[in-house]
Each structure stands twice: as C-alpha cells, then as structure tokens.
C-alpha cells in the first residue's frame, strides 16, 4: 500500500507539471491561475498546494526537468581532474541548443521562461529564484572556464568572471532569438558553428584577458 501511495502522488506531480506546462504555453504566466491548472490536472487546488508552495515553485520544477540530462557533462567541465573540461562544456552547450531546437517539451518550456513569463506580483518569487540561478550559473561556468585555462585549453590570462558572464548571455541571446523566429534558420544544425563561434571569443578576444 505504501508503495501505491507514493506512486500515485509521483503520478499527480506528474499530472500537474504537465498541466502546468500547457496552461503556461497557451495563456502565459500572468493568466493563469492554480485553479486553471487544477483543472487541467484534474486535481484540487489542495492536490497542487501538497506538492508546489506556489506558480513559482511549479515553473523551477518544469525548469529543474530541463537540467537533469546534462548534469554529468556539466559537473565534468567543473572537475578539476577532467582532462578535457572545455571539450565537456562544448559538448554540453551543443546539446542545449539541439534539445531546444529538436525536443517539443524543451522548446516549450524555454518559451514559457524567454517570452511568456512575467516578473509581476506572484512571480516576484520566480524573479528571486532566476536571479539566484543565474548567479550559481556565472559560478559554474567561471569555474569549468578556471580548469579549462589550467589544462592550456584557454589562455591563461583570460578574466574568466567576465568570460563567463559573456558566454551565458551569448547562449541564453541565441535561444531568445530564436525561439522568437523559429523559422528563420535550423538551430539544431548551426548549434556546433554557434557555440565554436563563443569558444573562438574565448580563446581570441583582447577584451576578455586581463
């Protein structure tokens, strides 16, 4: 009996997420209520307030799905032992771009969080949540950057806090972009040229070494 229990609230969090996705794709952020996702689910309110506090704590678990599948390739490039960390991290950020690109959910989701998301009211709490993502982000990146200049990858007097604030902004502006016109040219293939282009910088820019 247990396990059914916790299998069948898996199940719920399940239902929600998936109606929470929808609800946000088709009317945004701002239009809609707990109670539209409720009923998309299926579920109470009560149901929806067991498993999230709040919309905000609803959009981190949609975003935090995103992220599991490149956990590995990300904690790589952030090993000081990694032989290869900038190899890792061009990997990873290749496969962000494709996933965005080939995967409906993913796309769906990213967005949601460029174009259907507004820091208003209730999502003040969302606001917090990005701004403390995005910051522990910068963190990760300087950091695989930092191995990657002491494996002779980058050079060594690159500014890896402002490289790394460079190279978030660059792929985060390339998704924006295109999730806005998707039409305008295939991400999936232009990935490997997009990211070597950032790589490139890295490697190249002036401004970006001490």
């Given at each position: 009996?247990?396990?059914?229990?916790?299998?069948?609230a898996?199940?719920?969090?399940?239902?929600?997420?998936?109606?929470?996705?929808?609800?946000?794709?088709?009317?945004?952020?701002?239009?809609?209520?707990?109670?539209?996702?409720?009923?998309?689910?299926?579920?109470?309110?009560?149901?929806?307030?067991?498993?999230?506090?709040?919309?905000?704590?609803l959009?981190?678990?949609?975003?935090?799905?995103?992220?599991?599948?490149?956990?590995?390739?990300?904690?790589?490039?952030?090993?000081?032992?990694?032989?290869?960390?900038?190899?890792?991290?061009?990997?990873?950020?290749?496969?962000?771009?494709?996933?965005?690109?080939?995967?409906?959910?993913?796309?769906?989701?990213?967005?949601?969080?460029?174009?259907?998301?507004?820091?208003?009211?209730?999502?003040?709490?969302?606001?917090?949540?990005?701004?403390?993502?995005?910051?522990?982000?910068?963190?990760?990146?300087?950091?695989?950057?930092?191995?990657?200049?002491?494996?002779?990858?980058?050079?060594?007097?690159?500014?890896?806090?402002?490289?790394s604030r460079?190279?978030?902004?660059?792929?985060?502006?390339?998704?924006?972009?295109?999730l806005?016109?998707?039409?305008a040219?295939?991400?999936?293939e232009?990935?490997?040229?997009?990211?070597?282009?950032?790589?490139?910088?890295?490697r190249h820019?002036p401004?970006?070494q001490?």
């Amino acid at each position: 009996m247990a396990r059914k229990t916790k299998d069948d609230a898996l199940q719920t969090r399940h239902q929600i997420l998936e109606a929470a996705e929808q609800a946000f794709y088709t009317r945004g952020m701002a239009r809609t209520t707990l109670a539209d996702i409720a009923a998309l689910a299926g579920v109470s309110r009560g149901a929806i307030y067991w498993h999230f506090d709040n919309k905000a704590a609803l959009v981190q678990a949609l975003l935090d799905s995103l992220h599991e599948p490149f956990d590995a390739l990300a904690k790589a490039s952030e090993d000081a032992n990694e032989t290869d960390p900038l190899g890792c991290m061009r990997t990873l950020l290749i496969q962000v771009l494709q996933q965005v690109a080939l995967d409906p959910k993913t796309r769906r989701i990213n967005e949601i969080l460029f174009h259907k998301c507004e820091f208003i009211d209730e999502m003040c709490d969302l606001r917090q949540q990005r701004q403390a993502n995005s910051l522990d982000c910068h963190v990760r990146i300087e950091l695989a950057l930092r191995n990657a200049v002491n494996r002779g990858q980058l050079p060594a007097a690159l500014n890896t806090t402002r490289a790394s604030r460079c190279l978030h902004a660059y792929i985060d502006g390339n998704l924006a972009q295109w999730l806005l016109t998707p039409d305008a040219y295939a991400l999936h293939e232009d990935a490997e040229y997009l990211v070597d282009t950032a790589l490139d910088m890295l490697r190249h820019s002036p401004s970006l070494q001490v």
